[in-house]
């Protein structure tokens, strides 16, 4: 919430690129009230709901297998706490701007990836992390 707060109001006007890395890296605000991508954001308002109700049911699950985790069991409990934190993160905007503050634009040349914001970081992180050690589980740990 605190970089969030901070690109209100530090990117200003909205939309408007702030060079941080040229040619890869710019800060720029934008707004979202539709999922990842901009899924749905044309909506009539009803996606807010829809995401807040799907953020609260998949976040309930996760906190409830991390609650059944082995407290030694680091690989599942740090994805599943990196997923759970950017949730709650993107769900405190939805409930109260009904919009989601983006402002991390990576692009190359002519690709462009979506401006997105470090909950959808912390998110990806966690599933790429959930994915890679469930790929090595049971193995040693020191030969991962």
């Not at 990117?11 to 890296?25: T, W, Y």
Request: proline share 5%; hydrophobic share 55%; glycine share 8%.
């Amino acid at each position: 919430q605190l970089s969030k707060w901070w690109a209100i109001r530090a990117l200003q006007p909205m939309g408007l690129p702030h060079e941080v890395i040229p040619g890869f890296l710019n800060w720029t605000l934008a707004f979202n009230t539709g999922a990842a991508f901009s899924f749905l954001a044309d909506g009539a308002g009803w996606q807010r709901w829809f995401f807040v109700v799907l953020a609260v049911a998949i976040s309930a699950v996760l906190v409830a297998w991390l609650g059944r985790t082995p407290r030694r069991d680091w690989r599942t409990a740090l994805p599943l706490a990196f997923i759970i934190g950017g949730a709650l993160g993107n769900l405190v905007d939805r409930l109260h701007a009904a919009q989601v503050t983006d402002f991390i634009h990576v692009y190359f040349r002519q690709w462009n990836y979506p401006v997105f914001n470090l909950a959808d970081c912390a998110i990806t992180v966690g599933a790429v992390m959930l994915v890679v050690f469930g790929l090595f589980a049971g193995k040693p740990a020191d030969s991962v």
